[in-house]
């Protein structure tokens, strides 16, 4: 690399003249000569002289551009106000990287035959990205003292540019005559040069084709084209209960965050026993470092804030968690609801008996009215595995159901103008029901998370207690 002593130019331009004059003085030159040589003189000297990038590395690991990029990754993590233990780094660089490595590694291979020295692998020799890699994951380490790990969830991205790399394709492509002449016009029309198009334009070259193309120093060194902080999303799961009739599940619109549930309950329905398992998606947090002392807090601070919902069982899961147990548990799961249904007329002990031997019926339901306006009209098969009736008034019943998830319960109790069938009115017979009040009791679900792996029973949860 181009090596230079900084304090050669520690001076300005009117002690360089100074010294000029000095050295002409004590050689006796003449006074009128001494001008005109000192301002060509002070001129060649104080002509900017432009740096020598290695040829390799394109100033990459070339100091003081080397020290410069590293500073400005280093800065801007630390402007990032991101709190970490350990990190992971990926470092992208332009495709100049890839075709003048290709170049070099001929160029060397026919030097080394002329010394007779036939070497094909060079498998042993470390890229450049690799070693820069190395560096900069080094320097963040020792900076803010954190470890590297591949499988970090904190992942930082430096992406590399050059200027020369367009250029430098463009004329690789034009003197490669096995690069077919639409691949060619294509690239070079919409400069994409990237790893790919020049990686089989290389490809398409004989070595001795390489060995041949020559490689200037560039003049000038690698930029910082982009740094990315980030940290995974962050998935909190957990179950609510709901105990408004009036309070909406969906849609919630929480800035840097995503709520989701295993189904969901309609604005008049409380969500009572264990709860509905449900997942918040924080994007891009700032910290990840959430202990189960935390979490308990953001329990105990929740219950207290309010009276229409709670949580509970709230711990850190992952995607991988989520995905499986959320989407397997929307359409495999069993719910249980209570529902206090009016009849039009005084229900009888046969009424009763009629509901208690509902075991196991499919019915077929349409599309919901209610909902047409944003759902495709379709009839679903769903099953109604059993059912229990008890009376609380003459033309009163509160009904238990067990359900097939996606069970529309207030159609099948009112039948959506016979739209829904067999439904609660068609099976007791000569009467018209309607539905006042549905509560989801229990969802029958498995959970896997490795903390949590709860499975529900067929039994009823009084935590937290119900609330009027």
Request: charged letters at 30%.
């Amino acid at each position: 690399g181009f090596k230079y002593d900084s304090n050669a130019f520690a001076v300005d331009d009117t002690q360089l003249n100074e010294i000029f004059v000095n050295f002409f003085r004590e050689n006796d030159r003449k006074a009128e000569s001494i001008e005109k040589e000192c301002v060509d003189i002070q001129q060649r000297c104080l002509k900017k002289l432009e740096p020598n990038y290695c040829c390799s590395c394109l100033g990459l690991l070339q100091p003081p551009s080397h020290c410069s990029l590293i500073e400005t990754v280093l800065k801007h993590i630390k402007n990032s106000n991101h709190t970490f233990n350990d990190f992971k780094l990926n470092v992208s660089l332009p495709v100049i990287f890839t075709l003048r490595n290709e170049i070099l590694v001929s160029k060397l291979k026919e030097t080394l035959k002329l010394v007779g020295i036939d070497k094909t692998d060079f498998k042993e020799i470390y890229s450049v990205k690799d070693i820069w890699k190395h560096t900069l994951s080094k320097q963040i380490s020792e900076k803010f003292d954190a470890k590297y790990l591949p499988e970090s969830a904190f992942q930082v991205t430096v992406s590399v540019s050059h200027e020369d790399t367009d250029a430098e394709c463009a004329a690789f492509f034009n003197l490669t005559a096995a690069t077919s002449k639409l691949n060619k016009q294509f690239y070079m029309n919409k400069k994409r040069f990237n790893h790919t198009s020049v990686r089989k334009a290389i490809e398409a070259t004989t070595e001795n084709e390489l060995s041949k193309l020559t490689i200037d120093s560039p003049i000038a060194s690698c930029k910082i084209a982009n740094i990315e902080c980030v940290f995974n999303s962050l998935y909190v799961v957990g179950r609510y209960n709901k105990y408004s009739r009036d309070l909406s599940q969906t849609p919630w619109i929480v800035d840097e965050s995503k709520f989701s549930a295993c189904g969901r309950e309609d604005v008049d329905v409380r969500m009572l026993g264990r709860g509905r398992p449900f997942v918040v998606e924080l994007i891009e947090p700032q910290n990840v470092n959430i202990t189960d002392d935390i979490l308990r807090s953001v329990e105990e601070s929740i219950n207290k804030s309010t009276t229409d919902i709670a949580v509970r069982d709230v711990q850190l899961s992952t995607k991988d968690e989520v995905n499986h147990n959320l989407k397997q548990g929307e359409t495999s799961k069993k719910k249980e609801y209570s529902a206090l249904c009016c009849f039009d007329r005084p229900v009888s002990d046969e009424d009763l008996r009629k509901i208690s031997n509902i075991a196991k019926i499919e019915i077929q339901q349409k599309t919901p009215i209610r909902v047409l306006h944003r759902r495709s009209l379709v009839t679903r098969k769903r099953m109604v595995y059993k059912a229990s009736a008890k009376q609380e008034d003459a033309r009163i019943v509160r009904i238990n159901l067990l359900t097939e998830a996606g069970t529309y319960v207030k159609e099948f109790v009112h039948s959506d103008f016979g739209r829904t069938e067999p439904s609660l009115a068609t099976i007791v017979g000569s009467c018209k029901t309607d539905i006042i009040e549905l509560d989801v009791l229990v969802i029958f679900v498995a959970v896997s998370n490795a903390l949590l792996k709860l499975i529900l029973q067929d039994i009823h949860f009084d935590w937290p207690p119900i609330r009027k």
